[in-house]
C-alpha cells in the first residue's frame, strides 16, 4: 500500500487486489464494451470503458474533469492495462 506523510498531508492509496477484463453494457456507448475493471480491499471497483473512456467507482460514474482529451487518455490507459493482463489481442 502506497501511503505516508507529506507535511501536515497524509496520503492513502491502496494497491489493487485484483484486475480483470469484463464484457459490461457501458451507459455511455449503450452497448457491451471491454472494460478494465480494478478491485482494491475495503473498497468499491473501478471500472473503465475501453471504448468511450468513461469511469465508474461503485457502480455511480465518477465526474468527468474539465481537462482537454481526458476520454483519449482515460481510454488509452485502459486498453494497455488490458493489453497488459492478456485481455486484448
Known amino acids: 500500500m502506497a501511503s505516508g506523510w507529506i507535511g501536515n498531508v497524509h496520503l492513502y492509496a491502496p494497491d489493487p487486489v485484483n484486475e480483470e477484463c469484463a464484457l459490461l453494457p457501458c451507459p455511455t456507448c449503450e452497448r457491451a464494451r471491454r ?29 468527468r474533469p474539465f481537462a482537454r482529451g481526458w476520454r483519449d487518455y482515460n481510454r488509452t490507459k485502459a486498453i494497455r492495462a488490458v493489453r497488459a493482463i492478456g485481455g486484448l489481442a
Do not use: F, K, N, P
Request: charged share 20%.
Open 35 to 63: 472494460m478494465h475493471v480494478v478491485h482494491y480491499e475495503w473498497h468499491g471497483a473501478l471500472v473503465t470503458c475501453c471504448g468511450c473512456g468513461e469511469r465508474w467507482s461503485d457502480g455511480e460514474m465518477i465526474e
